[in-house]
């Protein structure tokens, strides 16, 4: 499956932005996705994750109560919208897809998109 994350952009600190990730080649509902985030000279971290029809869902405990994962298995997208966005948000996000269902580690996920950069600004 090849994937596109886009919705990225610059926001002030406090401000929301929604990301999308879609699909093209294989229907999306047959993998679980997630989203990772990787900032300037960082590793790569582990943001939030859905199972294929979305009754499960992970978020790291850095992001939890501030972004929100889903699907839209119809239209082959997943979304993060991120809330409350903070400085150390800052990062170039990811969206990825496996078929081993949710999970937080990178090596779980098969297929990765190109990354769309979030700037949030304080």
């Known amino acids: 499956v090849q994937l596109q994350a886009s919705g990225g952009g610059l926001v002030q600190a406090g401000g929301s932005l929604r990301l999308s990730c879609a699909s093209s080649?294989?229907?999306?509902?047959?993998?679980?996705v997630a989203w990772f985030r990787q900032a300037p000279g960082k590793e790569r971290d582990f943001v939030a994750a859905?199972?294929?029809?979305?009754?499960?869902?992970s978020y790291s405990d850095s992001v939890n109560g501030r972004f929100t994962i889903s699907r839209d298995n119809a239209k082959n997208m997943v979304y993060l919208q991120m809330n409350s966005l903070k400085y150390e948000g800052t990062a170039i996000y990811y969206c990825?897809?496996?078929?081993?269902?949710?999970?937080?580690?990178?090596?779980?996920?098969?297929?990765w998109g190109q990354g769309t950069l979030v700037t949030v600004s304080s």
């Open positions: 990825a897809a496996g078929r081993w269902g949710v999970s937080q580690r990178a090596s779980d996920f098969d297929s």
């Open positions: 080649g294989s229907t999306l509902s047959i993998y679980a």
């Open positions: 859905i199972s294929k029809f979305g009754p499960t869902k």
